[in-house]
Protein backbone atom coordinates (compact mmCIF):
# COMPACT_ATOMS: atom_id res chain seq x y z
CA UNK A 1 0.00 0.00 0.00
CA UNK A 2 0.96 3.37 -0.87
CA UNK A 3 1.17 6.26 1.44
CA UNK A 4 4.38 5.63 3.18
CA UNK A 5 7.05 8.85 2.93
CA UNK A 6 3.83 10.74 2.88
CA UNK A 7 4.39 14.58 4.94
CA UNK A 8 2.89 15.36 7.49
CA UNK A 9 1.08 18.80 7.05
CA UNK A 10 -0.75 21.12 9.91
CA UNK A 11 -1.66 24.40 8.09
CA UNK A 12 -3.63 27.17 9.92
CA UNK A 13 -6.70 27.74 7.48
CA UNK A 14 -7.95 30.61 8.96
CA UNK A 15 -9.45 32.77 6.86
CA UNK A 16 -9.33 30.52 3.61
CA UNK A 17 -12.66 29.65 2.28
CA UNK A 18 -12.52 25.91 1.14
CA UNK A 19 -15.21 24.11 -1.19
CA UNK A 20 -15.45 20.37 -0.76
CA UNK A 21 -17.07 19.20 -3.83
CA UNK A 22 -18.06 15.53 -3.71
CA UNK A 23 -19.48 13.00 -6.39
CA UNK A 24 -22.70 10.05 -5.42
CA UNK A 25 -21.08 7.38 -6.07
CA UNK A 26 -19.84 4.32 -4.09
CA UNK A 27 -21.84 6.17 -0.96
CA UNK A 28 -19.51 4.20 1.92
CA UNK A 29 -16.24 4.88 0.11
CA UNK A 30 -16.96 8.52 -0.35
CA UNK A 31 -18.72 9.02 3.16
CA UNK A 32 -14.98 8.10 4.08
CA UNK A 33 -13.59 10.28 1.93
CA UNK A 34 -15.69 13.50 3.28
CA UNK A 35 -15.22 12.77 7.05
CA UNK A 36 -11.41 12.82 6.29
CA UNK A 37 -11.52 15.92 4.77
CA UNK A 38 -14.00 17.34 7.24
CA UNK A 39 -11.74 16.57 9.68
CA UNK A 40 -8.63 18.33 8.65
CA UNK A 41 -10.37 21.36 7.42
CA UNK A 42 -12.44 22.01 10.76
CA UNK A 43 -9.22 21.79 13.00
CA UNK A 44 -7.26 24.15 10.29
CA UNK A 45 -10.35 26.79 11.12
CA UNK A 46 -10.94 27.00 7.28
CA UNK A 47 -14.42 27.97 6.70
CA UNK A 48 -15.59 24.79 4.73
CA UNK A 49 -18.57 24.82 2.09
CA UNK A 50 -19.71 21.25 0.60
CA UNK A 51 -21.37 20.79 -3.04
CA UNK A 52 -22.52 17.10 -3.74
CA UNK A 53 -22.84 16.42 -7.78
CA UNK A 54 -23.88 13.39 -9.46
CA UNK A 55 -20.36 11.72 -10.50
CA UNK A 56 -16.70 12.53 -10.78
CA UNK A 57 -16.90 13.80 -14.59
CA UNK A 58 -19.26 16.68 -13.17
CA UNK A 59 -16.50 17.47 -10.44
CA UNK A 60 -14.56 19.80 -12.42
CA UNK A 61 -17.18 22.09 -13.77
CA UNK A 62 -18.34 22.86 -10.11
CA UNK A 63 -15.06 22.66 -8.65
CA UNK A 64 -13.89 25.75 -11.18
CA UNK A 65 -17.47 27.37 -10.50
CA UNK A 66 -16.50 27.49 -6.78
CA UNK A 67 -13.54 28.88 -7.20
CA UNK A 68 -14.75 31.36 -9.44
CA UNK A 69 -17.69 32.29 -6.64
CA UNK A 70 -14.61 33.46 -4.19
CA UNK A 71 -13.25 30.01 -2.92
CA UNK A 72 -10.14 30.03 -2.27
CA UNK A 73 -9.59 26.34 -2.32
CA UNK A 74 -11.83 23.50 -3.41
CA UNK A 75 -11.52 19.61 -1.96
CA UNK A 76 -12.57 16.99 -4.67
CA UNK A 77 -13.70 13.79 -3.93
CA UNK A 78 -14.81 10.93 -5.94
CA UNK A 79 -14.81 7.45 -6.68
CA UNK A 80 -14.32 5.64 -9.99
CA UNK A 81 -14.22 1.38 -10.22
CA UNK A 82 -12.80 0.00 -13.26
CA UNK A 83 -15.50 -2.13 -14.75
CA UNK A 84 -15.74 -4.45 -17.47
CA UNK A 85 -15.68 -1.39 -20.38
CA UNK A 86 -13.66 1.81 -21.46
CA UNK A 87 -15.64 4.01 -19.49
CA UNK A 88 -13.32 3.89 -16.57
CA UNK A 89 -10.79 5.29 -18.63
CA UNK A 90 -12.26 7.64 -20.33
CA UNK A 91 -13.97 8.87 -16.97
CA UNK A 92 -10.92 8.83 -15.15
CA UNK A 93 -9.24 10.90 -17.83
CA UNK A 94 -11.79 13.38 -18.09
CA UNK A 95 -12.39 14.42 -14.31
CA UNK A 96 -8.10 14.11 -13.27
CA UNK A 97 -7.68 16.60 -16.78
CA UNK A 98 -10.59 19.03 -15.82
CA UNK A 99 -9.36 19.27 -12.04
CA UNK A 100 -5.46 20.06 -13.46
CA UNK A 101 -6.81 22.42 -15.98
CA UNK A 102 -9.55 24.12 -12.83
CA UNK A 103 -6.55 24.86 -11.03
CA UNK A 104 -4.04 26.17 -13.62
CA UNK A 105 -7.22 28.34 -15.27
CA UNK A 106 -8.11 29.68 -11.67
CA UNK A 107 -4.62 30.00 -9.87
CA UNK A 108 -6.03 28.23 -6.92
CA UNK A 109 -5.40 24.86 -5.65
CA UNK A 110 -7.85 21.89 -6.00
CA UNK A 111 -7.46 18.99 -3.65
CA UNK A 112 -7.42 15.77 -5.43
CA UNK A 113 -9.18 12.99 -3.74
CA UNK A 114 -10.32 11.65 -6.83
CA UNK A 115 -9.76 7.68 -6.57
CA UNK A 116 -9.15 5.70 -9.50
CA UNK A 117 -9.69 2.22 -7.97
CA UNK A 118 -9.15 -1.37 -9.44
CA UNK A 119 -12.75 -3.04 -7.23
CA UNK A 120 -14.06 -1.50 -4.06
CA UNK A 121 -11.94 -3.02 -1.69
CA UNK A 122 -8.83 -0.39 -3.16
CA UNK A 123 -11.47 2.40 -1.76
CA UNK A 124 -11.99 0.92 1.38
CA UNK A 125 -8.23 0.90 2.03
CA UNK A 126 -7.70 4.36 1.03
CA UNK A 127 -11.41 6.40 2.80
CA UNK A 128 -10.11 6.78 5.85
CA UNK A 129 -12.85 3.88 7.50
CA UNK A 130 -12.12 2.13 10.28
CA UNK A 131 -9.37 -0.51 9.37
CA UNK A 132 -8.71 1.36 6.48
CA UNK A 133 -5.07 1.83 5.57
CA UNK A 134 -5.20 5.20 4.52
CA UNK A 135 -6.84 8.35 4.27
CA UNK A 136 -7.11 10.13 1.18
CA UNK A 137 -10.08 12.54 1.93
CA UNK A 138 -7.70 13.76 4.67
CA UNK A 139 -4.49 14.19 2.37
CA UNK A 140 -6.39 15.83 -0.22
CA UNK A 141 -7.56 18.43 2.10
CA UNK A 142 -4.44 18.87 3.84
CA UNK A 143 -2.97 19.53 0.21
CA UNK A 144 -5.31 22.18 -0.39
CA UNK A 145 -5.25 23.73 2.50
CA UNK A 146 -1.50 24.13 2.17
CA UNK A 147 -1.05 25.16 -1.37
CA UNK A 148 -3.82 28.01 -0.70
CA UNK A 149 -1.11 29.17 2.00
CA UNK A 150 1.52 29.31 0.09
CA UNK A 151 -0.52 30.79 -2.66
CA UNK A 152 -1.76 33.53 -0.43
CA UNK A 153 1.87 33.94 0.89
CA UNK A 154 3.69 34.36 -2.44
CA UNK A 155 0.80 36.95 -3.73
CA UNK A 156 0.55 38.64 -0.21
Do not use: C, N
Not at 27 to 32: F, M, R, W
Not at 56 to 68: C, D, G, I, N, R
Not at 148 to 153: I, P, T
Amino acid sequence: MSGEGSPEIAVDGRGLKVTIVAGQWHEVITDGLLAGARRVLAESGASVTEVRVPGSFELPVVAKAALESGADAVVALGVIIRGGTPHFEYVSAAATDGLTRVALDTGKPVGFGLLTLDDEQQGLDRAGLPGSKEDKGAEAASAALATAVVLRDLRG
